[in-house]
């Protein structure tokens, strides 16, 4: 017999999407809004563009201004849905960024911070919300990795380490988790433009242009993976064959991503112009 899907479930259904105020998380919230019984949980740091985000979505939705690194913000998450809920049938496990640098440059602390937020928080808030969620089964874990989590490319190799880190533990979790009725989904997008991943030097190239996707697209992956227990997507489809290949021909494709021609791939990244304009304030700030 096949799987439950949470389209067939109860007539009230909870989801909670982190990483919710921009990009893709924003995307997600909107898409499912257009389910039936729906109320939302959104998390992320921006407390005002979530409050924005709630007021315009025609469905229950509750906000949680929350750092996701934060020590106390498994804990937190859990108090704001036992508060409210009473059950949690999808959990989107969106939140991420990357900072791009090689690691001669960037070193063990890029890495760290990068797989704490990436990977640690996701495993920290999934440990707060697993108990919930298979109480409320058939219920979803949906983990977005990316197209990163299976080609790692020149400097973005603390990324792809968060992200190839979040795939082998979602391949075990699903096995683990089956049995209680919580199926865990894994979404892999490539190129999404966003704030977080504009992909403004791909986008500004007609040569480039047709390899960035949209957040609606990536929404409706999330959807198939959790609502319809899809195992996995690739965002767009076609960046699974680039995977394929990997496998198949390693060597080959390391030599391609180490040409030069590959280095248009690495763009740069919301977090890389947050961390430049904090330097130019800390700049400004020093000369006063």
């Given at each position: 017999?096949?799987?439950?899907?949470?389209?067939?479930?109860?007539?009230?259904?909870?989801?909670?999407?982190?990483?919710?105020?921009?990009?893709?998380?924003?995307?997600?919230?909107?898409?499912?809004?257009?389910?039936?019984?729906?109320?939302?949980?959104l998390v992320?740091?921006?407390?005002?563009?979530l409050?924005?985000l709630?007021?315009s979505?025609a469905v229950?939705?509750?906000?949680?201004?929350?750092?996701?690194?934060?020590?106390d913000?498994p804990e937190?998450?859990l108090?704001?849905?036992?508060?409210?809920?009473?059950?949690?049938?999808?959990?989107?496990?969106?939140?991420?960024?990357?900072?791009r640098?090689?690691?001669?440059?960037?070193g063990?602390?890029?890495?760290?911070?990068?797989?704490?937020?990436?990977?640690?928080s996701?495993?920290?808030l999934?440990?707060?919300?697993?108990?919930?969620?298979?109480a409320?089964?058939?219920?979803?874990?949906?983990?977005?990795?990316?197209?990163?989590?299976?080609?790692?490319?020149?400097?973005?190799?603390?990324?792809?380490?968060?992200?190839?880190?979040?795939?082998?533990?979602?391949?075990a979790?699903?096995?683990?988790?089956?049995a209680?009725?919580?199926?865990?989904?894994?979404?892999l997008?490539?190129?999404?433009?966003?704030?977080?991943?504009?992909?403004?030097?791909?986008?500004?190239?007609?040569?480039?242009?047709?390899v960035?996707?949209?957040p609606?697209?990536?929404?409706?992956?999330?959807?198939?993976a959790?609502?319809?227990?899809?195992?996995?997507?690739?965002?767009?489809?076609?960046?699974?064959l680039?995977?394929?290949?990997?496998?198949?021909?390693?060597?080959l494709?390391?030599?391609?991503?180490?040409?030069?021609?590959?280095?248009?791939?690495?763009?740069s990244?919301?977090?890389?112009?947050?961390?430049?304009?904090?330097a130019?304030k800390?700049?400004?700030?020093e000369?006063?």
């Amino acid at each position: 017999m096949p799987e439950p899907t949470l389209e067939g479930g109860p007539d009230r259904r909870i989801a909670l999407v982190t990483g919710a105020s921009s990009g893709i998380g924003e995307a997600t919230a909107r898409r499912l809004a257009r389910e039936p019984g729906i109320e939302l949980v959104l998390v992320a740091r921006r407390e005002e563009r979530l409050s924005s985000l709630a007021e315009s979505l025609a469905v229950p939705a509750t906000c949680l201004a929350l750092d996701l690194t934060d020590a106390d913000a498994p804990e937190r998450a859990l108090e704001h849905l036992s508060a409210r809920h009473d059950r949690l049938d999808l959990l989107v496990n969106n939140a991420g960024a990357s900072w791009r640098a090689s690691f001669a440059d960037g070193g063990y602390e890029n890495v760290r911070r990068t797989m704490e937020l990436n990977f640690d928080s996701v495993v920290r808030l999934t440990e707060a919300l697993l108990p919930l969620l298979r109480a409320s089964a058939p219920s979803a874990i949906v983990n977005v990795s990316s197209t990163a989590g299976r080609v790692a490319r020149a400097g973005a190799g603390a990324y792809s380490a968060s992200k190839f880190a979040l795939a082998g533990w979602s391949d075990a979790l699903y096995a683990e988790e089956r049995a209680h009725g919580v199926h865990v989904g894994l979404v892999l997008p490539g190129f999404v433009a966003t704030e977080g991943f504009p992909a403004a030097e791909l986008r500004e190239r007609a040569l480039t242009r047709w390899v960035v996707s949209t957040p609606e697209r990536a929404a409706e992956a999330i959807l198939d993976a959790g609502l319809r227990r899809t195992p996995e997507r690739y965002v767009p489809r076609p960046y699974g064959l680039i995977a394929a290949l990997r496998a198949i021909a390693p060597g080959l494709v390391r030599r391609v991503l180490a040409g030069g021609a590959a280095e248009v791939m690495t763009t740069s990244t919301g977090a890389d112009a947050a961390d430049l304009r904090e330097a130019g304030k800390q700049s400004n700030g020093e000369r006063a």
